[in-house]
C-alpha cells in the first residue's frame, strides 16, 4: 500500500531544504492549505445554496464578482493574516495593499494570490482554482508595503494553485520540485498524490481562445496556422484543448504538455491576465517542472512589476512548444 502522506507532514518532512526556512513558512503553506480547504467545501456546494450568481459588484479587472469571488477572497485574507507570518498581501479581488491590522503579529513573507480564477465558469460547473505566490519582504520592519508585493517572479520563495475540479487538486513548490496533493474529502486531508511533477519537453496539444483569431497580430495568426498544418514528423497537428480557466488549463498543460497561450491583441495589447498573482506563480510552478513562460519576448519571471493589476501576455508550457512561440511572436521562424 502507497505511504499515505497529508500535505502537513510532507511540508514539514522537507523543511529543511529551504534555505533560512524556519517553522514560520511551513505554518505559511499549511495555512494556505486550510484555506483552500475553505473555499472547496463552499464551491463544492455552490449549487445548493443561494451563493450562486452575481453580486452585480465589479472588480479591479473590471470582470462582474460572482458571491464565491468575495467569499474565497474574505477566506484567504480572514485565515492568512491571523498566522502572524506576513507582512502584507495583494489580491485580484481587492483593489489597493491588503494590511495585516495593527493588533495582529507581522511576519517576513508577502503573499500575492487570485482567490478563485475561472470565476465566470462558477454557474456552469467548470473547473475553477486559485492561486498564490509567496515572497520574502524587502522592507525591514513595520507593515508591508507596495516595495514588497512589487518584485519579479524571480524572487518568489513558493507558488501553487488549486484546481477545485472533478477532484480538487492542491500543487505547490519551494523550488525543490512541484509537488500535488488530493483532497480526500471523506477525511478532509490532501494527500501526496503527485510528488516531483515534470512537464514533458514538448507536448502536442494547444490551448488559446481561437475566437479572437481575427485580433491576433500576424505572427501570431502564423503560429497557431503552423500548429494546426499536418505534418507527422513534427507531431502536428495539435490538438486544441481550452478550459476558459487559467488553472484547469495550466494544470492539464503541467501534466500532459504542450503550450497555454492568451497573447496580447488589437483591442487589449496586454491580454488579459495578471501578471503578479496569476502568471508570476504559475511561470514559478512551471520552470521548477522544467517548462518555460514568457511575454513572447521575455521570460515572465524576469518582469519587474509596475503596478498590482497590470496584464502581461502570456505563452507557458513545454519548453520547446514555448521556444518556438517566441520565434514565431519575434518573426524568427520560418513556417
Ligand atoms: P477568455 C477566467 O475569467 C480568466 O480570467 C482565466 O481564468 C481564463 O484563462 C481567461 O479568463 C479566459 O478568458 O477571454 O478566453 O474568456
Known amino acids: 500500500m502507497q505511504r499515505i502522506i497529508t500535505i502537513e507532514r510532507f511540508i514539514i518532512e522537507r523543511e529543511h531544504e529551504i534555505p533560512g526556512a524556519t517553522g514560520e513558512f511551513s505554518k505559511l503553506l499549511t495555512d494556505l492549505a486550510l484555506a483552500s480547504k475553505i473555499v472547496w467545501r463552499e464551491v463544492s456546494k455552490a449549487g445548493l ?70 470565476s465566470s465558469n462558477i454557474d456552469v460547473n467548470v473547473s475553477i482554482g486559485s492561486i498564490f505566490g509567496i515572497f520574502r519582504r524587502v522592507t525591514t520592519s513595520g507593515k508591508g508595503t507596495e516595495r514588497d508585493i512589487l518584485q519579479p517572479g524571480r524572487n518568489l520563495v513558493a507558488a501553487g494553485y488549486i484546481v477545485y475540479g472533478s477532484s480538487t487538486i492542491f500543487v505547490y513548490t519551494t523550488g525543490n520540485g512541484v509537488h500535488g496533493f488530493t483532497l480526500d474529502p471523506s477525511i478532509g486531508e490532501f494527500l501526496l498524490s503527485h510528488e516531483n511533477i515534470r512537464i514533458p519537453k514538448k507536448g502536442d496539444i494547444y490551448s488559446v481562445n481561437e475566437g479572437y483569431y481575427e485580433r491576433w497580430d500576424e505572427n501570431m495568426k502564423r503560429f497557431i496556422n503552423y500548429l494546426k498544418a499536418e505534418d507527422k514528423a513534427t507531431g502536428r497537428p495539435y490538438k486544441l484543448r481550452y478550459v476558459g480557466t ?27 491576465l495578471r501578471l503578479l498573482y496569476e502568471a508570476a506563480p504559475l511561470a514559478y510552478v512551471v520552470e521548477k517542472a522544467g517548462g518555460r513562460a514568457s511575454d513572447g519576448f521575455r521570460n515572465i519571471l524576469d518582469i519587474e512589476p509596475t503596478s498590482l493589476h497590470q496584464r502581461t501576455p502570456l505563452f507557458i508550457g513545454s519548453e520547446e512548444d514555448v521556444k518556438l512561440a517566441e520565434k514565431f511572436i519575434q518573426g524568427k521562424a520560418e513556417d
Open 49 to 118: 445554496v443561494d451563493i450562486i450568481g452575481s453580486t452585480g459588484k465589479v472588480n479591479i479587472s473590471g470582470d462582474v464578482v460572482q458571491k464565491l469571488d468575495e467569499f474565497a477572497n474574505e477566506i484567504f485574507i480572514n485565515v492568512m493574516q491571523k498566522g502572524g507570518h506576513l507582512c502584507v498581501m495583494a489580491s485580484e479581488e481587492s483593489k489597493g495593499l491588503i494590511e495585516i491590522p495593527d493588533e495582529l503579529a507581522k511576519g517576513k513573507y508577502v503573499l500575492v494570490f487570485d482567490p478563485l480564477d475561472g
Open 246 to 272: 487559467l488553472v484547469a488549463d495550466f494544470h492539464r498543460t503541467l501534466l500532459y504538455g504542450g503550450i497555454f497561450m492568451y497573447p496580447g491583441d488589437k483591442k487589449n495589447p496586454e491580454g488579459k
